[in-house]
């Protein structure tokens, strides 16, 4: 049901990026990545495959594989890009052997799936031994709660202000940060950024947020109540 759904959200939303690098999840996973030249890489919820692109022309060396739970973006990816492997996949129920990638992307897609658990279950059994991920996802511990209470209060389903999507989960660092150890990840690094301070009526949630600090001190205070938030780590052996 959910690809029945995510499928029909592709076709109306048309969500083609002309530049994913005007989003700031992407600015972060850019910046961090390793060189990935030789390595065999899997991005998840990758859309309609504009940073699998960007990520394609900056490692030309590696072997990417991205995979999306909507056809139709798929085929707007292999429309409009050349020289990746793009394929139709379940985040949930990865269709890879167990150790097949060097290192796992995803951006965004975590907290749209009925069950979050799962694929991070799944990125464990698709690294390999030390293989290591970066993985981006929403949280609300920040003025962002205050419309997920109107949400519930309304009894209306979540809109974060860039669409209403088919799933929406309420996260926050410290749960995803739980999960992750969990499921036998250590964390090497992470950071946030776009710091929503407040939500209020008559003003423009930009005038209520910022967007980055450049002061690594404040960064650094402030990353528990950033919106989107970066984890980077490896799987232990």
Avoid at 231 to 236: D, N, Q, V
Wanted: glycine letters at 6%; aromatic letters at 16%; a neutral charge.
């Amino acid at each position: 049901m959910i690809k029945e759904q995510y499928d029909a959200w592709h076709k109306e939303y048309d969500p083609i990026f002309t530049d994913p690098l005007s989003f700031q999840w992407y600015q972060t996973v850019y910046k961090l990545v390793p060189d990935l030249n030789s390595a065999n890489v899997l991005e998840i919820g990758c859309g309609s495959g504009a940073f699998a692109s960007v990520l394609s022309k900056r490692f030309p060396g590696m072997k990417l594989t991205a995979i999306d739970i909507s056809s139709q973006a798929i085929e707007k990816a292999k429309e409009n890009y050349s020289g990746i492997d793009f394929q139709v996949g379940d985040a949930e129920n990865l269709q890879f052997d167990d150790s097949s990638f060097d290192f796992v992307i995803s951006c965004e897609t975590l907290e749209h799936l009925p069950h979050p658990k799962s694929m991070l279950k799944e990125i464990h059994r698709v690294l390999k031994n030390s293989g290591r991920f970066i993985l981006t996802t929403e949280n609300y511990f920040n003025g962002m709660i205050l419309l997920w209470i109107k949400s519930w209060i309304q009894k209306k389903p979540f809109n974060s202000g860039s669409g209403l999507q088919p799933h929406e989960n309420f996260f926050t660092f410290f749960m995803i940060r739980k999960w992750m150890r969990l499921q036998s990840f250590n964390l090497t690094h992470t950071e946030s950024n776009h710091f929503q301070w407040l939500l209020l009526p008559g003003f423009r949630p930009d005038q209520l947020c910022t967007m980055d600090f450049k002061n690594p001190f404040l960064k650094n205070l402030f990353k528990p109540f950033g919106r989107h938030y970066t984890y980077c780590g490896e799987k232990l052996t």
